[in-house]
Structures are given as C-alpha cells and as structure tokens.
C-alpha cells in the first residue's frame, strides 16, 4: 500500500474512458443548465420546463450509469491490493456504500425528481432552499454521499484503481460544487427578495 499508483496500468484504455466518464458528467449538466438558464431553449424545445428538465434528467441518469460501469469496469483489469482483500475490508466498504446510499437517496427525497435535476437552472424552483436531513448534516449530501459509494465499492473490491478513481470523483465534485453553490445560493437569493417586494 506503500505506493498505491504503482498498483495498475495508467495506460489501460478502460481506466482512462472511466476519468473521462467521471468528469464529463459535471461538465456536461453545468453546461446544459448554464446555457437553459441564459436561454431557456429547452424550455422552448419542449413546451414546458418540467418537460425539458425530465429529459435532461434522463440523460443524466444514463450518463450516471455509464459512469458506474465504466468504473467498475477500469476495477475489474486491474490488481487487486492484499491489505484490501479480507472481510473485515469488505464489510468497512459495505458500510460505506451504505452510508453513501443513504445521502444519496435521502438527498433525492428531500430536493424531489426535478429539484435533484437542475430544477433551478429550468426557473422550476422550490419554496426555499432544502434544510432538512441530508442539508442540515452536511453542504452537499448527494455529491458526497455518491462519493462515498464509490469509495466504498472499491474497498469492498480491494481496487487501488477504485480509491484513485475514486479520489478523482471527489476532485471533480469539488469543482462542480465551486461552481454551482454561488448559482443555487444567488438563485435563491433572489427569489427571497422578490417575495420579500411583493
């Protein structure tokens, strides 16, 4: 565990598609949302925001899924590390898969379909900003706990690629949240101060 890089194939075309895939998702809903809240086209396209927002959402879930697989796929060529490959490890990964799992639905349940979705950036937003369980544990629940899903199956499958990868996921995250909280937090900002005038 000494030098975890030296663990797998940096040139290994499945692990490669795999940081691609973990940072294209990001990129790709910032921009779809970005470019609808300047010009609300997908709105026009589709003939009403919820509409434009479930068909973005769509494509985000299948993005998702290829993400995942792609993941497990770059894990699946790769060496497994032996510190790694025991039940006491699997069950630390199991825990944290589960943890995750909780955020991550618990984050769905609380935000809704669309406020999970880039409501917002379609104008369809909620009555305030959500400060229930997840949001008043911690900033971000849906972004760490899907991160701790993916720390968590890669100890589960003693993967060194898994916990790089996975460090990845984080990085990215991080930047996506850099970019989107100042959004949301000004989204609703002046949604309060329109209610407030009126």
């Not at 663990?7 to 895939?21: P, Q």
């Not at 299948?62 to 590390?81: C, D, G, H």
């Not at 060194?160 to 991080?174: D, E, F, H, I, S």
């Not at 970019?179 to 609703?188: A, G, L, N, R, W």
Request: aromatic share 18%; hydrophobic share 50%; glycine share 6%.
């Amino acid at each position: 565990m000494d030098n975890i890089f030296g663990y797998f194939d940096w040139t290994d075309l499945k692990f490669n598609i795999a940081v691609l895939a973990v940072a294209f998702n990001p990129l790709f809903w910032n921009i779809v949302g970005r470019w609808e809240h300047r010009t609300r086209s997908l709105t026009k396209l589709f003939g009403s925001p919820f509409t434009a927002c479930y068909s973005v959402a769509i494509v985000i879930l299948l993005l998702n899924f290829y993400r995942s697989y792609s993941f497990t796929e770059a894990m699946k060529i790769q060496p497994k590390v032996q510190v790694l490959d025991s039940a006491i490890a699997f069950y630390i990964g199991l825990g944290l898969l589960l943890l995750g799992t909780i955020l991550v639905l618990s984050s769905f349940f609380a935000l809704g379909f669309v406020g999970t979705f880039l409501g917002d950036y379609f104008g369809v937003l909620m009555e305030a900003k959500v400060l229930t369980f997840p949001f008043n544990v911690m900033e971000n629940p849906m972004y760490w706990g899907s991160t701790l899903v993916y720390l968590g199956w890669a100890v589960m499958n003693a993967s060194p690629t898994g916990l790089v990868l996975t460090a990845w996921v984080a990085a990215v995250y991080k930047v996506a949240i850099l970019i989107e909280s100042p959004f949301t937090d000004e989204v609703y900002r002046q949604k309060e101060k329109a209610v407030k005038e009126n």
